[in-house]
C-alpha cells in the first residue's frame, strides 16, 4: 500500500497571509491526524478527523482549522500567519482499532516570514 | 494535564554500547507507542504495547511497558550508528487518534 502523501513538502509564506496543507492517507484509513513539530515544543496534537467528522481537537487557536474530504483526504488550513507557525507540520493515518497506531506522512516545513 | 516525560533528552555513545531511553506519566494509557524520526521526515512507527507489563523485541530493540500501563522504557543493544536518530514515545488514550508525545531523546551513535 502507498504511504501517507503531503502536499507540499515545503513552503515560505509572509506573516498575516494563510496557507492549506493536504494530506492523503493510507488507502483504507478512515482516521486522520495533524500534528505541529517544533524544536522547543516537539510534537503537539492539532485535531484529529473521523468518517469527516472532527472527533479531537488539541489546544490551537481558531486560526488552525481542519476539513475531511468523503474519500478522507484531509486539508489543515492556518489563516493570519504568525512568525511562530513556522514548524513541520505533519499528517498521520490510522486503521479502525484500539491501538490508535498512527503512520505519519513525511510532513510539510511551513517557513513564515 | 496529559503529559509524557521522556528521558533522557540527548544521549551519544559509542558503537557497541547498550542504552535506555524512558518514558513516564502519571497518566495511565491504553496503548503506547514508540517511533523513530529521521531529520526532514515523519515519526516511522516501531512497535505498540498494550498490555501492563507487555514487553516486545525488535532485533536489538526491547520495548517494555510498565504494569500499571503509565510508563515505558525502549533498551538497545550493541546499538549501531544506524540507530541513530530521534525516538519518540506517545501515549494513546480510548478517545480515538489522539497521541500524547514525550518529548523526544536525540540519539547519536558514533562509529
Known amino acids: 500500500k502507498a504511504g501517507v502523501t503531503q502536499t507540499p513538502r515545503y513552503l515560505i509564506k509572509t506573516r498575516g497571509q494563510q496557507v492549506t496543507l493536504s494530506c492523503s492517507p493510507i488507502?483504507?484509513?478512515?482516521?486522520v491526524s495533524w500534528y505541529q513539530q517544533t524544536p522547543g515544543q516537539g510534537l503537539q496534537f492539532l485535531f484529529e478527523?473521523?468518517?469527516?467528522?472532527?472527533?479531537n481537537k488539541g489546544n490551537f487557536p481558531g486560526r488552525f482549522s481542519g476539513r475531511q474530504f468523503s474519500n478522507s483526504r484531509s486539508e489543515m488550513n492556518v489563516s493570519t500567519l504568525e512568525l511562530g507557525d513556522s514548524a513541520l507540520y505533519l499528517c498521520?493515518?490510522?486503521?479502525?482499532?484500539?491501538?490508535?497506531?498512527?503512520?505519519f506522512g513525511p510532513g510539510t516545513r511551513l517557513t513564515v516570514t | 494535564t496529559q503529559l509524557l516525560e521522556q528521558s533522557p533528552q540527548f544521549l551519544s555513545i559509542q558503537e557497541g554500547e547498550n542504552l535506555t531511553v524512558y518514558c513516564n506519566s502519571s497518566?495511565?494509557?491504553?496503548?503506547l507507542q514508540w517511533y523513530r524520526q529521521e531529520p526532514g521526515e515523519g515519526p516511522v512507527l516501531l512497535v505498540t504495547?498494550?498490555?501492563?507489563?507487555e514487553v516486545k523485541k525488535l532485533k536489538r530493540l526491547t520495548f517494555q511497558f510498565g504494569d500499571a500501563r503509565k510508563d515505558s522504557s525502549l533498551h538497545i543493544t550493541a546499538a549501531q550508528p544506524g540507530d541513530t536518530g530521534l525516538y519518540l514515545c506517545?501515549?494513546?488514550?480510548?478517545?480515538?487518534?489522539?497521541?500524547?508525545f514525550g518529548q523526544g531523546t536525540e540519539l547519536s551513535v558514533k562509529p
Open positions: 498521520a493515518s490510522s486503521p479502525s482499532g484500539p491501538s490508535y497506531e498512527q503512520y
Open positions: 488507502s483504507g484509513h478512515r482516521s
Open positions: 478527523y473521523f468518517s469527516e467528522t472532527q472527533r
Open positions: 497518566s495511565v494509557f491504553s496503548s
Open positions: 504495547v498494550v498490555t501492563g507489563g
Open positions: 506517545a501515549g494513546a488514550y480510548n478517545q480515538g487518534g489522539k497521541l500524547i
